[in-house]
Structure formats: C-alpha cells, structure tokens
C-alpha cells in the first residue's frame, strides 16, 4: 500500500489566494483526519470524516476554511482566501474504524 | 474536556543514554493512548499505542511505555538512545467520544549527540 497520499507537498502563496490541499486515504479505510502543524499550537485536529460525512469541524479556524469528502478515496482541505497565519504543515491522516491512524507526509503552506 | 501534557519541550541526551519522556493526559472516561514520531522532514510515525490489557506497551526501535492510570501517566522510555532517535515526539489519546479523533501533546524535541 502507498499509505496517505497527500499533494501538494509545498505550496507558497499569497495573501488573498486560495489554496486547495488534497489527501487519499488508504484503501479500505472509513476515517479521514485534517491535523495542523504550526510552532505556536502544535498538532490540532481542524475536521474529520467517517464514512465520507464530516462528523466534526469545531477545529476548523473560520469560515475560510471548508472540507470535503466527495468519495472514500479522495479529500479537499480549501482555503479561501489564504492569510500569512495559515501558514503551517497540514497534514491527512486515516484509519480503520477505531483502529490506528496512519499520517501523510503533510503539506506545507507558506502564505506571503 | 480531554488534554494532554508532556513536560518536557526540549530533550538533549548523549547516545547510550536511556530516555524517558513524561506524559500525562486529563479524562474522567476511557482513553487509548499514543506516541507518535516525527523525525526532522518526514511524517508523524506511531511508535506504539496503548488500548487496553497489559499497561507495559512495547514499540518499534526500543521504545516502550508504561500506562499508570493512577496517575493519569503514559511515559516513554528507552534505555539506550542512539543518534538517529533525534525527532519530535508526540504523546496523543484518543476517545470513543471525541470519534477517535487524536488530541495531541506540544511534542518533545530529542537531539541525540554523538
């Protein structure tokens, strides 16, 4: 298995723009998590899928942010418009219904 | 609410030095428990996870933890480190509550020196 796939690896941009990250899970997994990465904070969980549904979202930042699921293999993390404090490592991760969560490799944003 | 604390941010050891980084977690419930790594550039690696049974958990590479309950502890330890052990460690709990999403600690940095 080619474990969590997640594209771009990095992506600078600017102020304003918009950003779309992708992730596809690993095959036959039914969960799907959005982690950011930043110094200040360290990991936090912005959204997570079960089974092709968000489930939970408090994480997400603001209304700039939005995900989606449209099948079980292939997520979007979008931000619309980006600012220079999003920049961070976000990072896709998956699992098997309660069982371990494997990470990507992570994206990491550099907004100008 | 659920969180995890580990109390040490920056580690620094010489190799063959043994190794313990702390953890504690704050939940009333049943948790199942982590320790992720990160080595510098690459992703988050599980090391060895807790979910119930025998509290003494053996990891990849040496690494082993121990879950106190009683204590609300779930510390990392290797006896002998080595160089190649530098990276960011990460002490995570997961919930049937939160949908087994993971709550992670700050992370402690680990330089290995020579």
């Known amino acids: 298995d080619a474990g969590v796939i997640q594209s771009p690896r990095h992506e600078v941009t600017e102020m304003g723009q918009e950003v779309t990250l992708r992730c596809k899970p690993i095959?036959?997994?039914?969960?799907l998590f959005w982690y950011r990465q930043t110094m200040m904070r360290g990991l936090e969980l912005l959204i997570y899928f079960n089974n092709n549904v968000p489930i939970d979202d408090s994480g997400m930042p603001e209304d700039r942010f939005s995900a989606k699921m449209p099948n079980a293999s292939f997520s979007t993390l979008k931000i619309q418009p980006s600012e220079p404090r999003d920049s961070a490592v976000y990072f896709c991760a998956s699992s098997h219904l309660a069982d371990t969560q494997y990470f990507g490799p992570g994206t990491r944003l550099t907004v100008l | 609410a659920q969180s995890v604390s580990q109390h040490n941010h920056h580690v620094i050891l010489s190799e063959a030095a043994s190794l313990e980084l702390g953890c504690n977690y704050s939940?009333?419930?049943?948790?199942?428990l982590f320790w992720y790594v990160q080595y510098p550039g690459q992703h988050l690696q599980l090391l060895l996870k807790y979910f119930s049974g025998d509290p003494l958990v053996k990891g990849i590479k040496g690494f082993e933890a121990e879950f106190i309950k009683s204590k609300f502890s779930f510390n990392l330890r290797k006896p002998s480190v080595q160089w190649s052990d530098t990276a960011e460690y990460f002490c995570a709990l997961d919930n049937s509550n939160s949908g087994y999403a993971l709550n992670f600690g700050k992370g402690t940095s680990l330089l290995v020196t020579p």
């Open positions: 095959s036959g997994h039914n969960s």
């Open positions: 939940y009333g419930g049943t948790v199942n």
